[in-house]
């Protein structure tokens, strides 16, 4: 083949066109701009057919009277359940379970936004079951078939998320601390000033939420970390702003760092921080003294859940007693469960980074749902971020 | 090859020409496709974040939009001067990235167009297969290899130098994430260009008594700008926009307005600001480009 002939793969780059002239110009952009117009009147014609086809089809809320089909469809964290739940449950109910994971609520959030997952079962944390409420993406628990609610912690009843559990039934619970490497820190780790540790200066990190930002710095200041005082929010604003200087990320994304040595001290959720100590057992937890949040992942039904029975029968078997008990011996977080207590390993209720002692859990309350006020810290959040 | 069937039936010819559509509408049809496609996936997107960038923020509903009732003050908030360092800090490590992009791709681009003789497709889908992984793939993979204990930190140790440098969380990081990920942006437009110069234009500069250097730069780099402005445009307006390259390399002070407005849609939770911000930031690189074709001439594309 001679050479010009050649069929270069840089032709798609090739600038060097005819010349166009200004009446084709006119005309093709005419021409795009009625293909576009069309398209937009399509587009909205599509959308007025699936507003109205969506209001049809959520009045039926629930067809209490139709018998469901024996099947649950499960969507949980990764890692968060022990290998005989899911069988024994089966065996005992005869409901077949289909199992699935996700790594965040953001990821949940996002994917129940879309619409119909076919779901029955997610397990979001207090915040989000907070944000999917307020979305109208759950729907409310008929209590009456979660006969087993009072082996729950009375702690659990009232939490400030979701109070009187008509839309969440805890799973398991941990709190919002410190994780740290003990051999690199120089120094003990008690309280939230440990980011001012010199030897952890430029290698420490805190949260990408708003909230658990601010309560870090509010519980640090002496402060309500729900608050809604002005004065409070500023002084928070400044430690964080502060503390930046001092941090090497602001990261929810914190595991693998700390476990390799490349963050040295951050703001963690405790399960995250056992987990790491599997691999690398210089890592470890504490409780700030000052005060935490706690947080609690909890079971819920989507809205339009083909089967929300089940799912309910599946939150009432898993506050039976052994169950629950056999559910923290494995995953190793708090268990809600205060029946199943008898039950759980020594090791777990005797820690005290798990089950704290009572002076230490007037310490760790629940993060409150604070509406349409949650933009007072968004916008702080931003400024902290910006700064 | 028999003379009938060089010489067809002129019924048919007429019956062809009949059923023809006019030149213009033949030629728009070929656009049709493209044009819905754009006018879903580019105009009536860009309509509604102009709409968002005008809409009153909520944290239940995250916009709320009336006519009655547009809400400006975004694009002051927008403009805010808190937002102005990681503004310019974007233009610088984007310019700097388009600069680097030059620099290593110029000589490449020559080499292939110029001295790659009968394998330079193949040196071209060298240059493109790694564009083939995922982006966030490849900026993971330059996470692995400049973390605390990645690759190069075990390389560096094995040969002495030590194994503890702290690579990541640094403004070079986000620079090098940048211009790895974008070069061959520039790469293939500089080879266009260079393909189609004429050779003889530097035999006869060089006849004319120009050095090496002069002749670079009063001959190779004009006959190839086309490439040049292309490549510089195809490199800085991604890289002024990235957000996944500072989040994942960067750390709390090489924040980027890309990772600035991702955040206004996450956890600030601030759609209309996070909207005008996009719209700022686009007509802000309309402009620029605007100019920039100006300044260089237009002719050069």
Redesign the interface.
């Known amino acids: 083949m001679s050479e010009p002939e050649r069929v270069?793969?840089?032709?798609?780059?090739?600038?060097?066109s005819p010349h166009f002239s200004r009446r084709?110009f006119v005309?093709?952009m005419a021409?795009?701009g009625a293909?576009?117009f069309?398209?937009?009147c399509g587009?909205s014609g599509n959308n007025s057919s699936a507003g109205t086809g969506s209001a049809g089809g959520s009045t039926p809320f629930r067809l209490s009277n139709k018998p469901e089909a024996k099947v649950l469809n499960f969507y949980n964290w990764t890692d968060y359940i022990a290998d005989d739940t899911i069988p024994n449950f089966q065996k005992e109910t005869g409901i077949k379970v289909t199992y699935d994971n996700y790594d965040s609520n953001?990821e949940l959030f996002a994917k129940m936004r879309t619409g119909d997952t076919g779901f029955d079962l997610i397990v979001p944390t207090d915040a989000f079951v907070v944000k999917m409420k307020?979305?109208d993406l759950l729907q409310p628990l008929d209590l009456s078939l979660i006969t087993n609610i009072n082996n729950l912690d009375p702690r659990f009843r009232t939490a400030d998320y979701d109070p009187g559990n008509l839309y969440s039934i805890p799973w398991q619970w941990g709190t919002t601390g410190i994780g740290f490497d003990q051999t690199q820190v120089g120094g003990s780790v008690t309280d939230w000033d440990a980011f001012n540790l010199p030897a952890v200066n430029g290698k420490s990190a805190f949260l990408?939420?708003?909230r658990d930002a601010f309560a870090m710095a509010l519980f640090a200041l002496g402060h309500d970390p729900n608050t809604l005082d002005t004065g409070q929010l500023d002084d928070a604003e400044k430690y964080l702003i502060d503390l930046?200087k001092k941090?090497?990320?602001?990261t929810s994304d914190y595991q693998d760092?700390l476990k390799?040595?490349?963050l040295l001290l951050c703001q963690a959720y405790s399960g995250d921080v056992f987990q790491i100590q599997t691999d690398n057992k210089n890592v470890q937890y504490v409780i700030p003294k000052s005060g935490a949040f706690s947080w609690v992942d909890n079971m819920a039904i989507p809205k339009g859940a083909p089967h929300p029975r089940n799912a309910e029968t599946f939150m009432n078997y898993i506050l039976e007693p052994k169950v629950g008990a056999a559910l923290t011996n494995y995953v190793q977080y708090g268990s809600p469960n205060k029946a199943a207590e008898p039950y759980i390993d020594k090791s777990i209720t005797g820690n005290p980074l798990i089950y704290p002692p009572a002076s230490v859990l007037a310490k760790l309350p629940f993060q409150k749902d604070l509406?349409?006020n949650?933009?007072e810290y968004?916008?702080r959040?931003?400024?902290v971020?910006?700064? | 090859m028999s003379v009938a069937a060089a010489d067809p039936p002129p019924a048919r010819e007429q019956h062809a020409h009949r059923r023809r559509l006019p030149n213009w509408l033949k030629a728009n049809l070929l656009l049709l496709p493209t044009s819905v496609w754009f006018a879903f996936l580019l105009v009536i997107p860009t309509a509604i974040i102009v709409g968002y960038s005008l809409g009153k923020r909520g944290i239940i509903d995250p916009v709320h939009f009336s006519w009655g009732h547009l809400i400006w003050s975004n694009y002051t908030e927008a403009l805010n001067t808190i937002y102005l360092p990681i503004f310019i800090r974007s233009i610088e490590y984007a310019a700097i990235s388009t600069l680097l992009c030059v620099v290593l791709g110029f000589p490449l681009a020559y080499w292939i167009a110029r001295f790659g003789g009968r394998l330079r497709n193949v040196y071209l889908v060298l240059v493109i297969i790694p564009f083939l992984t995922s982006y966030l793939i490849r900026m993971y993979a330059w996470q692995f290899i400049l973390q605390r204990n990645g690759l190069l930190n075990r390389l560096l140790g094995d040969v002495g130098l030590g194994r503890n440098h702290e690579f990541l969380n640094h403004p070079s990081a986000v620079i090098l994430g940048l211009t790895y990920g974008f070069l061959p942006f520039m790469i293939l437009p500089l080879y266009a260009s260079i393909e189609r110069m004429d050779k003889a234009l530097v035999e006869a500069s060089y006849d004319l008594g120009h050095g090496k250097i002069s002749t670079f730069f009063r001959v190779i780099l004009p006959s190839t700008a086309p490439g040049l402005v292309a490549g510089v445009l195809l490199v800085f307006i991604p890289a002024v926009g990235d957000f996944i390259t500072p989040e994942l390399l960067g750390g709390v002070r090489t924040q980027m307005i890309g990772t600035t407005i991702a955040d206004q849609f996450g956890g600030t939770q601030n759609w209309p600001l996070g909207s005008s911000m996009s719209i700022l930031l686009t007509a802000f690189i309309l402009i620029g480009v605007f100019v920039y074709l100006r300044r260089v001439g237009e002719e050069a594309l």
């Open positions: 270069s793969l840089a032709f798609i780059w090739d600038t060097a084709t005309r093709t021409f795009m293909a576009g069309a398209a937009a587009s953001d307020h979305a990408d939420e708003a930046k941090v090497k990320s602001i760092p390799s040595g490349e509406g349409e949650e933009i968004a916008d959040w931003d400024k971020k910006s700064a």
